[in-house]
């Protein structure tokens, strides 16, 4: 898991140092970007690793703070996202206060 | 066998190209499906990408247009010469491994069309919404398929008496190794249909790389979750496959669902998605279209189901109070899907609220309203669109 952890690391701070391009309708995985919000960076990094981001904002409509918690397990416990408790709350704060447009 | 992924990264590409955790062999960037008309996206990596209706016009879905569905991020790139099948398990007596030329030559080629439809087509059009791969009506394609026989390969293996499962992986990989990789299995009496290919060829052409290539499992009737692609492994076994593919993942709530049973994999609660629903998609005109009035406008689709053959296409076109029979199509084989026609009235100015419900010769129908599950699949609900006559 350590080398995963270098993985992620380097997503993680590349994420951090892109300057956000938020492009309609591209096929470029570089230009899509999450919104701004506390926990945002780290949300990014760690998913972006398996998947990209478009998941999100394309599952908002089905989503409230139940089912993002329910997806951010499922990623800890059937795909093996190794995140620690602390930065699975970031991560479920962070896409309830943004992405949950569940109505 | 040298097997290259391809792991899409856009621009933070460049940062990776060793990829620290060392699962693909080679890293390329790439911005859009190779060898793929425009698409509609759905997710870019793993990429989901549907079909626009307009491209489901032709009875046979160009490979071009044809959807693109993976659950994992790493594609392989398989070199046909190089590629190889293993035939084994615990219930088969002689393994095999065959390479392409193998699967060409040493059993009888069977060419069939089919229709290979995503469990998840139409999730994005649930009420109330469900999360997943927010699919519209176009993780659907009919298609000619060209491959061995399943069960010519397995017989010549020699099948144990206690076989209850035949078990398929694929090539493609999880970024992670602790993600389940993709694997599914059949009950051996599918698996050992006459009409289960291990497909190399899609409408006479090999293989697209999006779509299994060099050699995909064909399941006609059952849905896309079965059909692996980029097959390399094939296991015939005496006890139930524990994938996340097949116990977690791919479940309907029992007994909510028509189709067949797959008694190993069924629990008291839940049983996995198997056959096709009868169904329908209306291809022209568009939803919301204009049309002059007392225009000669024809309604055009098609109408599939998991084998019996469409019985009827019914059109209403005031709110699905009164149905006429549409025309159908030339029958090309019962896992195909039927195109239909009808002509509409544009006499009088005013909305339409067209309909189309197909009905299979098993009796059952579309339904009108939407039997909702948790994970959005088998949407199969009457297709409606409104036309504004002026």
Same mark, same amino acid.
């Given at each position: 898991m350590r080398v995963f952890t270098g993985a992620g690391l380097l997503l993680y701070l590349a994420l951090s140092a892109a300057a956000p391009l938020a492009v309609a309708g591209t096929d470029d995985e570089g230009a899509m970007a999450l919104k701004d919000g506390p926990g945002k960076e780290l949300t990014s990094g760690m998913c972006m690793v398996c998947h990209s981001l478009d998941y999100i904002p394309s599952n908002a409509p089905a989503m409230d703070k139940a089912g993002w918690k329910k997806t951010v397990q499922k990623m800890r416990e059937?795909?093996?996202?190794?995140?620690t408790d602390a930065q699975a709350d970031t991560i479920l704060e962070y896409l309830s206060a943004a992405y949950a447009g569940k109505t | 066998m040298s097997t290259r992924r391809e792991l899409m990264l856009g621009a933070l590409g460049g940062l990776l190209a060793?990829? @620290? !955790?060392? +699962? +693909?062999?080679e890293v390329q960037i790439s911005a859009a499906l190779s060898g793929k008309s425009a698409l509609i996206r759905r997710s870019y990596r793993p990429p989901n990408y549907e079909t626009p209706l307009a491209d489901l016009a032709p009875l046979y879905t160009a490979n071009e247009s044809f959807f693109v569905r993976y659950h994992l991020a790493l594609v392989p790139v398989l070199e046909p010469g190089e590629w190889r099948l293993s035939i084994a398990g615990s219930s088969l007596k002689t393994p095999l491994t065959l390479s392409l030329r193998d699967l060409k030559s040493r059993y009888e080629p069977v060419t069939l069309a089919a229709v290979n439809q995503c469990s998840g087509n139409r999730r994005g059009l649930f009420m109330p919404r469900v999360p997943?791969?927010? !699919?519209? %009506?176009? @993780?659907v394609g009919n298609a000619l398929w060209k491959g061995a026989r399943l069960r010519d390969v397995l017989k010549q293996g020699g099948l144990g008496a206690d076989a209850l499962e035949v078990w398929f992986s694929g090539a493609d990989r999880p970024v992670l190794p602790a993600t389940p990789v993709f694997q599914k299995s059949l009950p051996l009496e599918r698996a050992l249909d006459e009409n289960v290919l291990i497909a190399y060829e899609m409408n006479h052409a090999p293989l697209p790389r999006w779509n299994g290539a060099p050699a995909r499992l064909i399941v006609p009737g059952w849905m896309g979750t079965y059909w692996m692609k980029h097959l390399t492994e094939v296991r015939v076994e005496p006890k139930p496959l524990e994938s996340f593919w097949m116990? %977690? @993942?791919?479940?309907?709530? +029992?007994?909510a669902f028509p189709g067949a049973h797959f008694a190993s994999q069924e629990t008291p609660e839940t049983a996995p998605v198997t056959e096709l629903l009868v169904n329908s998609l209306i291809s022209s005109p568009a939803t919301g279209s204009r049309i002059t009035r007392g225009k000669n406008v024809q309604l055009a689709g098609k109408a599939w189901d998991a084998g019996a053959g469409i019985q009827a296409v019914e059109v209403s076109i005031d709110g699905q109070k009164s149905w006429k029979p549409a025309t159908l199509g030339k029958d090309v084989g019962r896992y195909a899907w039927r195109e239909f026609s009808a002509p509409l009235d544009t006499s009088s100015a005013g909305t339409l609220e067209v309909a189309v419900r197909a009905r299979s010769r098993d009796g059952s129908q579309q339904p009108r309203a939407l039997t909702f599950n948790p994970s959005g699949y088998?949407?199969?609900?009457v297709q409606t669109l409104r036309l504004e006559v002026t």
């Open positions: 059937r795909y093996g996202a190794p995140l | 060793t990829p @620290a !955790w060392g +699962a +693909a062999d997943g791969v927010q !699919w519209e %009506s176009g @993780a116990k %977690s @993942a791919y479940r309907l709530p +029992a007994g088998h949407n199969n609900i």
